[in-house]
């Protein structure tokens, strides 16, 4: 299982849901009285559940460190996305954000979050095969998408899954009622944030590229692929920084994410 940590979860999801929760209307989260994040990592997707939903929300993920986190804003429970510690039918709304993606039988987590939904399941995944880049060093982009891809290429699970998560709710006897994008996107320009400045200095010193280091290799990347990406990449960190101390540094990121919500299928 991949870990992550509170301080790439907090980074990646900074702003994410502020800007708008149109693609959240089909949780219907006014009416809900008992929803469970299961993979709710350090509490992201909790915190605007529970600013947003009247009823009680409880965050469940495996990481008992990252769940301390989250206990800052919900109720929280260790447990497995396959085998949930609860009963059948506990909540009306089992929700996940960004887990499907990394599990390797995603349909099989979906039917035990059919198990303890009464009502709604929904997913909301990223196709992080679709990310796009647009930054004022020309070489960002182009590294970032050969560093991806080979990232991708060493991720034995489907990363693309939110573009395309009808079958996994099909397999798991959900019918899909909706399926709603959303686009995070994440701008850094002047005057630039400690986690933009931070974010910099991991790009000049390769830190943020040596964390997938062994996932790029367990895919087609060779060492000296990965060395010589790791020379373009510190390089065009460097730049980043010179561009920061002109405040001529620009950068934005668009994460596609899709919020699939299915309801229990009706036999007969
Ligand atoms: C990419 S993070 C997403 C965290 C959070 N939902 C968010 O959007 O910020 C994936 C989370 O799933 C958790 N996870 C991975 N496998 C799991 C499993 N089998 N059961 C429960 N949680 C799991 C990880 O510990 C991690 O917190």
Redesign the pocket.
């Known amino acids: 299982?991949r870990e992550?940590s509170e301080s790439y979860?907090s980074r990646t999801?900074e702003g994410m849901w502020d800007d708008s929760r149109r693609a959240l209307e089909p949780l219907a989260l006014g009416s809900r009285d008992r929803i469970l994040d299961?993979?709710?990592?350090?509490g992201?997707?909790s915190r605007v559940l529970t600013a947003d939903s009247p009823g009680e929300v409880i965050g469940?993920?495996?990481?008992r460190d990252?769940l301390s986190a989250a206990s800052q804003y919900v109720p929280v429970v260790a447990?497995?996305?396959?085998r949930l510690p609860f009963p059948d039918d506990s909540f009306d709304l089992v929700v996940?954000?960004?887990?499907l993606i990394?599990?390797p039988e995603p349909a099989a987590a979906l039917s035990e979050f059919a198990r303890v939904s009464s009502d709604l399941v929904a997913a909301i995944e990223p196709d992080n095969a679709a990310v796009e880049i647009d930054s004022s060093v020309d070489a960002e982009g182009r590294l970032e998408r050969r560093a991806r891809r080979a990232y991708l290429d060493g991720v034995h699970t489907d990363v693309a899954l939110g573009a395309d998560a009808r079958s996994a709710f099909e397999a798991a006897d959900l019918d899909v009622l909706t399926t709603r994008r959303y686009d995070h996107v994440r701008t850094v320009e002047p005057p630039y944030s400690e986690t933009a400045v931070v974010a910099a200095r991991r790009k000049a010193t390769g830190a943020g590229l040596a964390d997938d280091r062994e996932t790029m290799l367990s895919g087609a990347l060779t060492e000296t692929e990965y060395d010589d990406l790791r020379g373009s990449w510190r390089k065009m960190g460097r730049t980043v920084i010179e561009q920061m101390e002109t405040q001529e540094y620009h950068r934005k990121e668009a994460v596609p994410f899709f919020v699939t919500v299915g309801q229990i299928a009706q036999s007969g």
Request: proline residues 0%; aromatic residues 8%.
């Open positions: 299982m992550f979860l999801r299961v993979g709710c990592g350090t992201e997707l469940c993920d495996v990481d990252l447990g497995d996305a396959f996940c954000q960004a887990l990394n599990l």
